[in-house]
């Protein structure tokens, strides 16, 4: 996983100290090692989860003359194909890692180097050159990044709120509770991006870069979605292109030197990454799958999707305790967090730790196919909007029982009044 953090400037008492105190809050990030870097008035550091290159992936890793030095958190899914490329161009590489890349990438474009890249990651990039400090986060903002400004001046960043907090206090800040960011999450379940629960702390958005100069910091947005049709293939033709996109990209992430699992539930996110991973590993691949009591198990279908695909499956039995679980997200987390799914996924993430080092899953499969049954309710409640409210109302009530259930194809929650 890793996690990256450091200071650009300002005035902190014992900046090395709160260094190694910030990066010592994020060992479970990085068990497998720990490296910094200090230059003028820039200090960054690192802890690493070894995956590609386990003998050589020290970080900071630098270009030809050192005159540029990056910190790392991710994986460069394509860096085999950019790497060969930028050798082509006369660069010289020292290492096998996909962190190496970044160095030379951005010798050659610059932030503009950040279209080329598939994969999930933050990196904070010193270049002497210039004295600028370049940081980017990925485009879905799978990786974090946490930034603040103290009064004292300079840019303070880490990957999680921990860890920014000793880095902050070295600087002569004490934090205060974003009465917004609470309003925010208890109406929305969520804590909207850049806001954080703290005033004066904030994310760096997905598809965003900032750059630290002079004591001026430029935000840029790099990337944003389109929806605008894209293509005009048959449904057909999409299926297939589909079914291609998903195999080339299950496969660029299957390049690791660690051994490499998936999470298997009973949906057909999960269930597709595991066939398309299967047709590269076979029976070596292992997945690893949540049993609960009720009516919401999924085990039983995970099973048998394991079986039909001839893959090692570990079943994991569980009745977690809220209060343990919750006291747990809340050291995780570090802010408000409202989905419950969390604490059986940590779980099944401490079961995945004892077999394999990188699990691939199906998070983003209903977001992107729109396979929640509440798009379909979106859809279907559009036709209310003709119907007289009183009508409307008691159509609501008469679907009730449809609502109450979990695969409901209404999804529709009736008023409780005539609000």
Known sequence: MCGIAGTIGGHLLQPQEALRQSLATILHRG?????TYQRENVRLGMRRLAIIDLAHGEQPIYNEDHTLAVV????????????????????????????????????????????????????????????????????????PLYYTRPASGGLLFASEIKALRPLAEASGERWHINDQAIYDYLSLGVIPQPSTVYLGVYALLGGHWMRFKDEQLQIEQYWHPEFS????????????????????????????????????????????VVYEAAQQLGDSLQTFTVAS???????????RTAQA??????????????????QALVRQYDQPYSDSSAIPSLEISKLARQHVTVVLNGDGGDEIFAGYRRYLAVQRSAMF????????????????????????????QPASHGG
């Open 229 to 272: 049709p894209k293509t005009d293939l048959s449904y057909e033709d999409a299926q297939e292109r589909t079914r291609e996109l998903m195999g080339e990209a299950t496969r660029i992430r299957l390049r690791s030197d660690v051994p490499l699992g998936v999470f298997l539930s009973g949906g057909v996110d999960s269930s597709v």
């Open 31 to 35: 068990p497998d090692g720990q490296g």
């Open 309 to 326: 695909l001839g893959v090692q499956n570990h079943l994991l039995h569980i009745n977690p305790s809220p209060l343990e679980g919750l």
């Open 385 to 412: 909007g003709a119907v007289p409210k009183q009508l409307a109302l008691t159509a609501a009530h008469l679907l009730e029982p449809l609502a109450k259930q979990r695969r409901s194809p209404w999804a529709l």
């Open 293 to 303: 009591e009720g009516a919401h198990d999924e085990s039983p279908v995970a099973v």
């Open 72 to 143: 790392f958190n991710g994986e460069i899914y394509n860096y085999r194909e950019l790497r060969a490329d930028l050798k082509q161009r006369g660069h010289t590489f020292t290492t096998q890692t996909d962190t190496e890349v970044l160095v030379h990438l951005y010798e050659e474009h610059g932030p503009a180097m950040l279209e080329q890249l598939r994969g999930m990651f933050v990196f904070a990039l010193h270049d002497l050159r210039d004295g600028s400090v370049f940081i980017a986060r990925d485009r879905f903002g799978k990786k």
